[in-house]
């Protein structure tokens, strides 16, 4: 676990003494687009552009869900990092999933990040979207890069689908909100603080979160009513981690989401709908956090449970 300081990596962890014991996520820096009208250096194009993902991360898992939903495994190329982030970071060592870099034959993600900027200073972190032909990263926040995802490439072959449709940006943004901030941060913000109050405060804001989401759930098929979202895939990939890591690995245990009717159902849901459970790697998931947080877990030993009931039927279709 480490960072870029003028392109030099240091490890070293989150610094939190500066926030009270408070985890305080840093902005993504490499904010581009890729556009259809050719307004960007980053034109829409078939087999021009890569992800590099972890498996285990939330975020970059986003992208592989919307990479899905809008069939663009082959327009969009990935490379998967190993689940293990230690003293050099995110690295290429293969596994029985994750692959060599085929881009720059780099041994570490940070290389990626060097090769774009010499002089980075900042966290490297997954998802990254890369273009191959102007060898460049595009864009390194997730929130971003599913958009472009929804929208860039239905001239090129895309399944239809919309995720965020016009009439609903200012519910979806609305929604995005509070939810990246007490659940899909909120879960972070636990399991790495480091002083009592500010786990407490993560703590009680996550489960207010979950019961209102909860709630929610309860009377409709998904976050906006009878069409899956942005907002959905964003709160599915901390809801599927959540019972595996959250609950014990980041001390989120006053309840699982099996613990809530509407939201494990709805969990089931989104997990069942087509190409969606080959996104999802638990071994990667588990082996990266109880393994890479050394300070949280340093005997790196992995729980065995839960069991998982995700393929049992959902119920929901008829909300
Ligand atoms: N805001 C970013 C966050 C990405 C992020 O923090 N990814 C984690 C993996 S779960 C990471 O790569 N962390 C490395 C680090 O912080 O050093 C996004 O949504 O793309």
Same mark, same amino acid.
């Given at each position: 676990?480490?960072?870029?300081?003028?392109?030099?990596?240091?490890?070293?962890?989150?610094?939190?003494?500066?926030? +009270?014991?408070? /985890?305080?996520?840093?902005?993504? #820096? /490499?904010?581009?687009?890729?556009?259809?009208?050719?307004?960007?250096? /980053?034109?829409?194009?078939?087999?021009?552009?890569?992800?590099?993902?972890?498996?285990?991360?939330?975020?970059?898992?986003?992208?592989?869900?919307?990479?899905?939903?809008?069939?663009?495994?082959?327009?969009?190329?990935?490379?998967?990092?190993?689940?293990?982030?230690?003293?050099?970071?995110?690295?290429?060592?293969?596994?029985?999933?994750?692959?060599?870099?085929?881009?720059?034959?780099?041994?570490?993600? &940070?290389?990626?990040?060097?090769?774009?900027?010499?002089? &980075?200073?900042?966290?490297?972190?997954?998802?990254?979207?890369?273009?191959?032909? #102007?060898?460049?990263?595009?864009?390194?926040?997730?929130?971003?890069?599913?958009?472009?995802?929804?929208?860039?490439?239905?001239?090129?072959?895309?399944?239809?689908?919309?995720?965020?449709?016009?009439?609903?940006?200012?519910?979806?943004?609305?929604?995005?909100?509070?939810? &990246?901030?007490?659940?899909?941060?909120?879960?972070?913000?636990?399991?790495?603080?480091?002083? #009592?109050?500010?786990?407490?405060?993560?703590?009680?804001?996550? /489960?207010?979160?979950?019961?209102?989401?909860?709630?929610?759930?309860?009377?409709?098929?998904?976050?906006?009513?009878?069409?899956?979202?942005?907002?959905?895939?964003?709160?599915?990939?901390?809801?599927?981690?959540?019972?595996?890591?959250?609950?014990?690995?980041?001390?989120?245990?006053?309840?699982?989401?099996?613990?809530?009717?509407?939201?494990?159902?709805?969990?089931?849901?989104?997990?069942?709908?087509?190409?969606?459970? +080959?996104?999802?790697?638990?071994?990667?998931?588990?082996?990266?956090? &109880?393994?890479?947080?050394?300070?949280?877990? %340093?005997?790196?030993?992995? %729980?065995?449970?839960?069991?998982?009931?995700?393929?049992?039927?959902?119920?929901?279709?008829?909300?």
């Amino acid at each position: 676990m480490g960072l870029l300081i003028n392109g030099t990596w240091h490890d070293q962890w989150y610094d939190t003494k500066t926030h +009270e014991g408070e /985890f305080v996520r840093n902005e993504s #820096q /490499f904010r581009h687009w890729i556009t259809t009208d050719g307004s960007s250096d /980053f034109p829409a194009e078939a087999d021009r552009y890569h992800l590099y993902v972890s498996l285990a991360c939330p975020w970059a898992h986003r992208t592989l869900v919307m990479r899905a939903l809008k069939g663009l495994q082959n327009i969009i190329t990935v490379d998967i990092v190993h689940p293990l982030m230690l003293e050099n970071g995110w690295s290429f060592k293969k596994d029985s999933v994750a692959n060599a870099d085929s881009q720059l034959s780099a041994n570490y993600l &940070y290389q990626i990040y060097t090769h774009e900027d010499p002089d &980075y200073s900042g966290r490297v972190t997954v998802p990254v979207l890369w273009d191959k032909k #102007q060898q460049r990263i595009v864009n390194n926040e997730s929130a971003d890069i599913i958009r472009m995802l929804n929208s860039a490439f239905d001239n090129l072959g895309a399944t239809k689908g919309d995720y965020y449709p016009l009439a609903l940006h200012s519910q979806i943004d609305e929604l995005n909100s509070w939810i &990246y901030d007490t659940v899909n941060n909120g879960v972070y913000k636990a399991g790495f603080a480091t002083t #009592q109050a500010a786990y407490d405060g993560a703590v009680s804001a996550l /489960f207010k979160s979950l019961d209102n989401l909860n709630e929610r759930l309860s009377t409709q098929r998904y976050l906006l009513g009878d069409q899956m979202s942005e907002a959905d895939i964003r709160l599915f990939t901390t809801l599927i981690r959540f019972d595996p890591v959250y609950v014990s690995h980041f001390k989120c245990d006053l309840k699982r989401i099996a613990d809530y009717p509407a939201l494990s159902g709805y969990l089931r849901d989104i997990y069942q709908t087509a190409g969606i459970a +080959e996104t999802v790697e638990f071994d990667h998931i588990k082996q990266h956090y &109880y393994c890479s947080h050394t300070m949280i877990n %340093p005997t790196g030993i992995i %729980p065995v449970g839960p069991a998982y009931y995700l393929n049992a039927p959902h119920g929901r279709a008829s909300l």
